[in-house]
């Protein structure tokens, strides 16, 4: 084997191809056509539901009762979140369920659950206290801060105290921030 991999290849019309795979000699016969294209046409509905089952089984393509379906094999419940925002507690959950708590591994669940945000902060404070700030275009909802809330506690280490942050575009702060704003200018940011 050169280490190619093989992929799979969809195949929208099985009786043309199954016509043009025919001898030269039953070519121009009308009924045995017709009989490869009526046995074909199952095979075609086999392909494309196996087809639409690889497509839309994964976490990325699933939406609605699929979704909610991946949400009940991790352990996450959808709270109220759209798609978009389910499918990153999904993943986030899945981070979860695997966490050895290190900084690292919370830092990968911290910036799974809070996109879009121009960036993320993540400042450890002795002893056995952390500090997750995310720098967000737009406020969260209420169903984002209670799955934000619940994933975070989840992946929390034992005696480790977290304090979730979230600062809106033109947060508040001090000159040692560059990208803060000051009095009058800033908008507070939000404990979770």
Request: contains cysteine.
């Amino acid at each position: 084997m050169d280490g190619a991999s093989t992929q799979l290849v969809y195949i929208p019309d099985q009786g043309a191809v199954a016509v043009s795979q025919t001898q030269f000699q039953f070519r121009d016969k009308t009924n045995y056509i017709a009989v490869i294209q009526a046995l074909c046409s199952g095979v075609q509905t086999v392909e494309d539901n196996l087809f639409a089952l690889l497509v839309d089984g994964t976490i990325d393509n699933a939406a609605g009762d699929a979704l909610d379906q991946w949400g009940t094999l991790v352990g996450q419940p959808r709270g109220g979140l759209v798609d978009y925002d389910y499918r990153n507690f999904i993943k986030a959950k899945l981070l979860v369920n695997r966490c050895n708590g290190t900084t690292d591994a919370l830092i990968t669940i911290w910036a799974t659950i809070t996109p879009p945000s121009r960036y993320i902060v993540v400042t450890p404070f002795y002893p056995k206290t952390m500090l997750f700030e995310a720098v967000r275009s737009h406020d969260l909802t209420d169903a984002e801060i209670s799955a934000i809330d619940r994933t975070m506690q989840g992946a929390r280490p034992a005696g480790v105290a977290f304090t979730l942050v979230q600062a809106p575009v033109g947060y508040f702060g001090f000159d040692d921030d560059p990208d803060s704003f000051g009095f009058d200018d800033g908008f507070f940011s939000e404990t979770i």
